[in-house]
């Protein structure tokens, strides 16, 4: 058979390229497993994967279920999801944390964020905002560098843990300001917000759906966006940026990502139809309700983000000395 004149390494190309464009045409014809890296209900990122995952299933016409899989700073999730065959039916809900964050924070982690995964497209960002208690008596980012500055190390900032994007927030406005706050990890956003609002703690740096609320009503001092731009829900706050730290930005976006080497057809199929559900006003105002910015990015631009935030953020851990867990 080797010796026909038929048979040739292009054939077989030519065969593999067949069943990979057969098996996206078909594809999904069962349904997929969506993995949540964090517990139900825990996050922003939860409740969006879960809106993301309804009308999936609507447009592609297969159960997307949400299959949440919580643990060590979600990259018990992400491992599971670049490990799982790929076929295109175990699908990542991709967060900044695990993807960009934890590879830096973590001695031992089941997967490179950079090689294992096949990034499909990012759909949404939530904008970070920095708060503080009312009695420390700054107005804005400027006032709270002067005040850092005359007291050094008299400031504390508040995190939702180790490594976690408010950690980095506050961070990062160490390094790029050369100021010394402080840091004081909390087991959630909850504890590190009361502790705000009784002023054992004068900042933090976190979702903006999370102390929206309390912004709106006065408890919380809002002084800056952590974005580069201003958000679309609270127009009237200036960002870092604006304040005078160029480049300053800090959020949390999600997205969808597949399993290294899916299929290329089954990675464009997905995104078309993420890009086709993202156009509709259903889930803009689903976004929007929970505190979100639709943003999306295809398969290249997000993998470009990936890395880049990555990059960003090995220097900010440096910098602040956060030693591996």
Request: glycine share 8%.
């Amino acid at each position: 058979m080797k010796n026909s004149p038929f048979f040739s390494p292009l054939l077989l190309v030519l065969g593999a390229v067949f069943v990979t464009s057969t098996q996206a045409e078909n594809y999904p014809n069962r349904p997929i497993r969506l993995i949540m890296p964090f517990s139900p209900g825990s996050s922003t990122n939860d409740i969006i994967g879960r809106g993301v995952a309804q009308r999936l299933t609507q447009a592609l016409g297969q159960q997307v279920v949400v299959d949440n899989r919580p643990g060590a700073a979600g990259t018990t999730g992400s491992e599971l999801v670049a490990k799982a065959p790929p076929d295109g039916y175990t699908l990542l809900v991709a967060i900044a944390g695990p993807l960009t964050v934890s590879t830096h924070v973590y001695k031992k982690i089941g997967y490179d964020a950079i090689r294992d995964f096949t990034p499909v497209a990012r759909i949404a960002n939530v904008p970070y905002i920095m708060v503080v208690n009312n009695g420390l008596g700054v107005t804005n980012v400027k006032e709270l560098i002067a005040l850092a500055k005359a007291k050094p190390g008299g400031i504390n900032f508040a995190s939702s843990g180790i490594g976690s994007s408010p950690h980095l927030c506050g961070e990062l406005l160490n390094t790029m300001a050369d100021i010394h706050m402080v840091h004081v990890p909390y087991k959630g956003a909850g504890v590190a917000t009361t502790d705000v609002l009784s002023g054992q703690m004068q900042m933090f740096c976190t979702g903006l759906t999370a102390v929206a609320s309390l912004v709106k009503s006065g408890r919380l001092r809002p002084i800056a966006m952590a974005s580069l731009k201003r958000s679309t829900q609270m127009p009237e706050i200036p960002t870092v940026n604006e304040q005078g730290l160029k480049g300053f930005e800090v959020n949390s976006w999600s997205g969808i990502a597949a399993p290294a080497k899916t299929p290329r057809p089954i990675i464009e199929k997905l995104y078309k139809v993420i890009t086709q559900i993202s156009k509709t006003e259903d889930l803009q105002n689903f976004l929007q309700s929970h505190g979100a910015e639709l943003s999306v990015l295809g398969p290249e631009a997000f993998a470009a983000l990936i890395k880049s935030d990555s990059a960003k953020w090995a220097q900010v851990v440096a910098a602040a000395n956060i030693l591996p867990e």
